[in-house]
């Protein structure tokens, strides 16, 4: 088979099967086949949804805990994967996890006492 120098190659779409010139052919992410510009850019519905999905999740849980010092009354966040275990401004160990009003109220009687 001659191939002119002139004429257009047309190279089949691994994932559509459709042909194409070879400038709109690009590599698959597999990296041993090639696929056409349009199925590369085309993101599945499945990846869509997959992404929705975690952006829900990521609202829906903060990613951060609050901390309080009852010693010198500081407030703060860290990211929830610490532990804190002392005050980062005093260095007390008397910290509160910011969270449920039942526990903070708890708290409070029981530094009424202190």
Request: aromatic share 6%; hydrophobic share 35%; with cysteine.
């Amino acid at each position: 088979m001659k191939i002119d120098k002139n004429s257009e190659i047309r190279i089949k779409c691994q994932k559509c099967g459709n042909e194409y010139a070879m400038a709109m052919m690009r590599m698959a992410p597999d990296g041993k086949n090639l696929m056409c510009r349009n199925c590369i850019e085309r993101k599945p519905i499945q990846k869509q949804e997959a992404i929705a999905e975690n952006r829900q999740k990521k609202e829906e849980a903060p990613a951060f805990k609050e901390y309080f010092c009852k010693s010198c009354k500081y407030s703060f966040k860290r990211a929830k994967r610490l532990a804190i275990s002392s005050c980062p401004y005093c260095d007390s160990s008397s910290l509160m996890v910011k969270g449920s009003v039942a526990r903070i109220m708890a708290d409070v009687a029981k530094m009424k006492g202190d």
